[in-house]
């Protein structure tokens, strides 16, 4: 073979091996100055603007935690002029708003619960209902309610006792907001949220003398909303249906009732002659209120339960007040109002109980 032939192998071998080697050392150079990550050009997460709307806001809900009484009631009344001005397009601004009272109820800082109930209160008004003028429906708000007031897994004992007070505080805005008795008859909105009250007052025993003042009351504004005996009757379905009509609150509510809608009609097999203070019915009222185990005092309920008595207190219960006020209100001459009253003493109080001087002071009346 020619000398030249052999040469330009040669040649060509040396190249291929240097080609080879570029390429291996381009590679090992790209792996170990591997090229960044991309980065895009606005990587930060967004924030809205802290507009001076924010800041005002801001402002009135700081204010509704003062210890001061005439602090509280100018940053409530801003804020409820402050919703006055929104219109259907706020809706979501409403719910924030909303939210962020039914929050505040659960705060235990300063004077918080105060300040904020009474927003609460008044801002439903403006914006709470079923009708095309107002924004939100009070199923809504009633999921609104749920949904902020539970707390996490890992809460504290504490923690979780203010959001449940916080959720009763917000079922209370409700009902003396006034929006459930808007109508002459009951909707399901009514019934929906004493529902709400009667589940609360059966699961949480502490809870069960609030639940039962709040159900008072919507009676009481029942009646002065010239709303129809139907409200009533269904509240007392309501009360009966969770097994909560023996019990010191659900005979309260029971007289209120009967004193607000004399023309109601009540179930017959709860007390005799529909009447907790009837002779009749003494020894089942002397069970409840010794809050023993009497099936009387302590039914089942529709899991087959037993529903517990309220948590003992050293003062008593608010339903003595509605009995005094039942025995100082009903019919018949002083003579007969004070028989039927010793009677009613002698049997259920001095029989059973030690007297709590609180209530003799309202015995002095008869005397």
Request: with cysteine; hydrophobic share 40%; glycine share 4%.
């Amino acid at each position: 073979m020619p000398v030249v032939t052999l040469k330009r192998k040669a040649n060509d071998l040396d190249e291929k091996n240097i080609d080879t080697s570029v390429k291996k050392a381009g590679q090992e150079s790209f792996t170990r100055d591997a090229a960044p990550a991309y980065k895009p050009k606005f990587s930060k997460k967004y924030t809205p603007a802290y507009t001076e709307r924010d800041a005002k806001l801001a402002k009135f809900y700081s204010d509704l935690a003062s210890e001061a009484r005439d602090v509280r009631i100018q940053a409530a009344t801003g804020l409820v002029r402050h919703c006055e001005q929104l219109g259907e397009k706020e809706r979501e601004h409403i719910l924030k708003i909303l939210t962020r009272l039914v929050k505040g109820l659960c705060s235990s800082r300063k004077a918080a619960r105060l300040g904020f109930f009474t927003a609460l209160t008044e801002t439903l008004r403006l914006t709470v209902g079923d009708n095309e003028e107002k924004t939100i429906s009070v199923s809504e708000l009633l999921e609104l309610i749920k949904r902020n007031t539970i707390a996490d897994g890992h809460a504290s004992g504490q923690e979780k006792r203010d959001y449940l007070i916080g959720r009763m505080s917000s079922y209370s805005s409700i009902i003396n907001s006034g929006i459930l008795f808007r109508t002459p008859k009951p909707t399901s909105d009514f019934e929906a949220v004493f529902e709400a009250l009667c589940i609360a007052a059966q699961e949480t025993h502490w809870l069960r003398e609030e639940c039962g003042l709040n159900l008072c009351t919507a009676v009481r504004l029942a009646a002065s909303a010239k709303c129809e005996a139907a409200y009533a009757e269904n509240l007392i379905g309501i009360l009966d249906s969770y097994k909560l009509s023996k019990t010191p609150e659900g005979v309260a509510v029971w007289l209120a009732v009967r004193t607000n809608y004399p023309e109601a009609q009540l179930p017959l097999n709860v007390w005799h002659h529909q009447d907790p203070l009837y002779k009749k019915s003494l020894p089942i009222l002397t069970s409840v209120f010794k809050q023993t185990n009497a099936a009387a005092a302590a039914p089942e309920t529709t899991e087959g339960k037993t529903v517990q008595p309220g948590s003992r207190q050293m003062a008593p219960n608010f339903a003595w007040d509605h009995i005094i006020a039942s025995f100082i209100h009903s019919g018949g001459s002083r003579s007969e109002k004070q028989k039927k009253f010793r009677q009613f003493w002698i049997e259920v109080v001095d029989s059973k109980f030690s007297i709590p001087a609180a209530v003799v002071t309202h015995v002095t009346v008869f005397t």
